[in-house]
Nanobody, 124 residues
Framework: QVQLVESGGGLVQAGGSLRLSCAAS????????MGWFRQAPGKEREFVAT????????IYADSVKGRFTISRDNAKNTLYLQMNSLNPEDTAVYCC?????????????????WGQGTQFTVSS
């Protein structure tokens, strides 16, 4: 089992920046990758970014490419999402999942463990 706890949500103005964190505990060595997904009100959960624990290989959704940066601190078992140039469309609950798939990285089904999520709102 892997436990995941997100933090860093809140309220930010459009154009601003925010960094989310996700602390992992438990059998973290069993997961190959971690990621960020988000779910806005009335919408399905969507992929944001993913990174592998070893090597740090990343993939981003087109909607956040160039604005968001995913990173990890292996020593602290912590995942980060630095978000810049935020706009109201980024408002959502952000969750960090962990998974073992080496192939499936951008869909919900590719992950085995999920945190509860952290909410942040971008005001216009």
């Amino acid at each position: 089992q892997v436990q995941l706890v997100e933090s860093g949500g809140g309220l930010v103005q459009a154009g601003g920046s925010l960094r989310l964190s996700c602390a992992a505990s438990g059998r973290t060595s069993s997961s190959y990758r971690m990621g960020w997904f988000r779910q806005a009100p009335g919408k399905e959960r969507e992929f944001v970014a993913t990174i592998t624990w070893v090597g740090g290989s990343t993939i981003y959704a087109d909607s956040v490419k160039g604005r968001f940066t995913i990173s990890r601190d292996n020593a602290k078992n912590t995942l980060y999402l630095q978000m810049n140039s935020l706009n109201p469309e980024d408002t959502a609950v952000y969750c960090c999942p962990a998974g073992n798939s080496r192939v499936v990285a951008t869909v919900v089904g590719g992950y085995d463990y999920w945190g509860q999520g952290t909410q942040f709102t971008v005001s216009s």
